[in-house]
């Protein structure tokens, strides 16, 4: 069975700080996806980024970036700079490839909240 | 961009009423998922479709059912609403397999 855990609920940081949001996985397949979503107060989640079980090229966007290790089954996310505009919820999740529509199982999410 | 849209943001219906939850996706998406959401306990999946009235149990899929006649459509039904199924509802869909989900507003279903 697939198994994605957020350990941290909550995080609150003030505006400029770096912030990492940890992401540890289970799986027994050699081929799979993990992605992370934002959900905004507004309510919609967002997809940020996939990767694939075979990729472990750090991924840098702007001002976020992400490190996957498959050593230790974690896909961890990192806010440089934060602005009260990333406050929202952060969804860390698993895709089975082998499975009918490749369903993913998700984290249980982690709040950020970024004070100015 | 892809567009997932719901029928309704919110919702208020009694015991015992048969609900339909609908949700369309614009962009050919072979894959549709109905998600649960609720406090504390994250995304969970109800049911999910892989191609036109094709379905599979997530991992709730108690007291719901689902409905794939078009491949843009998938609907939740809930066939007795309980008070326990107050929840938000989130429809998803995705291109294939191991490709990133996108997400509709989501519905606010209180049963009261």
């Known amino acids: 069975a697939q198994k994605v855990t957020q350990a941290q609920t909550e995080i609150s940081v003030v505006e400029k700080e770096d912030v990492t949001l940890d992401c540890v996985y289970e799986?027994?397949?050699?081929?799979?996806?993990l992605f992370w979503y934002k959900q905004p107060p507004s309510g919609e989640l967002v997809f940020l980024i996939r990767?694939?079980?075979?990729?472990?090229q750090n991924e840098i966007s702007g001002r976020y970036s992400w490190n996957f290790q498959k050593s230790t089954s974690s896909f961890n996310f990192t806010i440089t700079a934060s602005q009260v505009v990333d406050s929202a919820v952060y969804f860390c999740?698993?895709?089975?490839?082998?499975?009918?529509?490749?369903?993913?199982?998700f984290g249980d999410g982690t709040t950020l909240t970024v004070k100015p | 961009d892809v567009k997932v849209t719901q029928s309704s943001r919110y919702l208020v219906k009694r015991t015992g009423e048969k609900v339909f939850l609908e949700c369309v996706q614009d962009?050919?998406?072979?894959?549709m998922f109905w998600y649960r959401q609720d406090p504390g306990l994250g995304l969970r999946l109800i049911y999910f479709?892989?191609?036109?009235?094709?379905?599979e149990k997530g991992d709730i899929p108690e007291g719901y059912s689902v409905s794939r006649e078009k491949k843009e459509r998938f609907s939740l039904i809930l066939e007795s609403a309980s008070t326990n199924q107050t929840s938000m509802y989130l429809c998803?869909?995705?291109?294939?397999?191991?490709?990133?989900?996108?997400f509709g507003p989501g519905t606010r279903l209180t049963v009261t």
């Open positions: 799986t027994r397949d050699t081929t799979y996806y």
């Open positions: 990767r694939n079980s075979f990729d472990e």
């Open positions: 998803a869909s995705s291109e294939d397999r191991g490709h990133e989900q996108y």
């Open positions: 479709s892989y191609d036109v009235k094709m379905k």
């Open positions: 999740a698993l895709s089975d490839f082998n499975t009918n529509a490749g369903k993913s199982t």
């Open positions: 962009m050919d998406h072979e894959n």
